[in-house]
């Protein structure tokens, strides 16, 4: 994957993180500039990763969270923010939500 098809969203100390990684579509957002920034790149489809702060997700409504986490181009990923703690999905609740199915399951 080519820098260029990777967009990042959220505050400062995320987005220039990545910017020294060598990603060039970074956006430095409040609230309210990331949801309609979100919506912007999701209509698109320009980028093939779009990475947004954990935070920015508490000010999105629920059917852009929806339209986010069901989006196969872009994939969105929400990504902790480093100065917040929650609660982490575990990796068979995030299987079962994202491809639909229970991959442990024995049968």
Avoid: C
Avoid at 6 to 35: P, Y
Avoid at 67 to 90: C, G, H, Q, T, Y
């Amino acid at each position: 994957m080519k820098s260029k098809d990777v967009a990042v969203i959220g505050n400062r100390e995320t987005v220039l993180g990545f910017k020294l990684l060598g990603i060039d579509n970074v956006f430095i957002t409040g609230e309210k500039e990331a949801a309609d920034k979100l919506k912007e790149l999701l209509s698109q489809k320009k980028h093939d990763l779009v990475i947004v702060s954990e935070d920015v997700r508490d000010a999105l409504d629920n059917k852009t969270v929806y339209d986010a986490e069901s989006s196969l181009k872009p994939i969105v990923l929400f990504m902790p923010s480093m100065n917040e703690e929650r609660e982490e999905e575990s990796l068979e609740k995030f299987s079962k939500r994202v491809l639909g199915v229970d991959i442990w399951k024995k049968e």
